[in-house]
């Protein structure tokens, strides 16, 4: 709508400072023409709003204007007050500016919306980690974060699984993701990937690097999520399940005379598969491979054996 589109470029001016018309369009998904006409809309409403010529020109806001946060919709004021996770922020020892920054923007918002922004902040509320999970400790996530922000290096021990498991890095920091209540720390040269709890011994440094321009945090995150369940998932089980049950990333074939149904499921290892199997107890039967089917018949087995005798051995 022509309003929000309004809304846009001012807070694109106010944020970013001069921009050509060029830039507006591409950036609002709209031809030049448009801009201009949403140019001299804003002018006619009052909008200290002036352009330069030349090559250096382009369209600003008059020094110090600002304006009200008026131009957000009640989803948009739900969507800010959700963004704000309190848990992550205050671990990145953010928690008091990003407290400060949601007064001061509902300060900004007119009653109507701060009504809806206080009804989001009332009824939801954002816990990252996973149940049975403890909260992983990382002590250096601020200089971490530190680090990322103003693009310094910095040299980290940091363990791992293989050996020799404790080891240094230099590390360049492009960006943090939170994923289930743990921190990981993408960094250069590589890029790579290292969880920060598993960070030993950090040393800040003043040497600066420089973020590649094509670098994309959320797109190498899925990519590297995508090639991390290639390299887990390198093998297949045919299992049957009982009615109700749903096995994650399973592919399920048919449903059988009785209500089972059959499926294809990618794992891990079969030591793995076994465990994860294990755990859904009658409502599941592995069919293929050979080798595991077998190693959940043995320890089937050998769980009767020992239960059969708890009795007797109770009794002693």
Request: aromatic share 8%.
């Amino acid at each position: 709508m022509k309003a929000g589109r309004l809304v846009s470029i001012l807070l694109l001016l106010q944020t970013r400072g001069r921009m050509t018309a060029a830039q507006l369009a591409e950036e609002l998904e709209v031809s030049v023409r448009t801009v201009y006409r949403d140019v001299e809309a804003l002018g006619a409403a009052g909008v200290p709003l002036y352009g330069d010529a030349g090559h250096a020109g382009g369209y600003r806001l008059l020094d110090g204007y600002r304006t009200r946060l008026t131009g957000l919709t009640p989803e948009e004021a739900e969507a800010l007050f959700l963004a704000g996770a309190p848990g992550p922020a205050a671990e990145l020892g953010l928690g008091a500016v990003l407290a400060a920054a949601q007064l001061k923007v509902r300060a900004a918002l007119p009653a109507e919306l701060r009504a809806h922004a206080d009804r989001i902040s009332g009824r939801f509320h954002l816990d990252t980690p996973g149940w049975y999970a403890q909260a992983e400790q990382a002590p250096y996530l601020p200089q971490v974060a530190e680090a990322v922000w103003n693009g310094r290096v910095v040299t980290v021990v940091y363990r791992r699984w293989a050996e020799p498991t404790d080891v240094e890095r230099r590390l360049e920091p492009y960006g943090l993701v939170l994923k289930a209540g743990r921190w990981y720390v993408v960094a250069g040269p590589g890029p790579r990937t290292f969880r920060v709890d598993q960070i030993l011994e950090l040393t800040s440094s003043d040497e600066e690097f420089t973020r590649p321009e094509d670098f994309d945090l959320a797109a190498y995150w899925t990519a590297y999520q995508r090639d991390f369940y290639d390299r887990l998932y390198r093998g297949e089980a045919v299992v049957r399940v009982a009615p109700g049950v749903r096995l994650p990333r399973a592919v399920h074939d048919r449903v059988d005379a009785d209500g089972w149904t059959l499926a294809r499921v990618p794992i891990e290892s079969l030591g793995h598969a076994q465990g994860e199997f294990l755990r859904l107890g009658a409502d599941i039967e592995v069919l293929e491979p050979a080798e595991l089917r077998e190693r959940m018949a043995r320890t089937i087995a050998e769980l009767a054996e020992r239960y059969g005798n708890s009795t007797s051995r109770c009794g002693d």
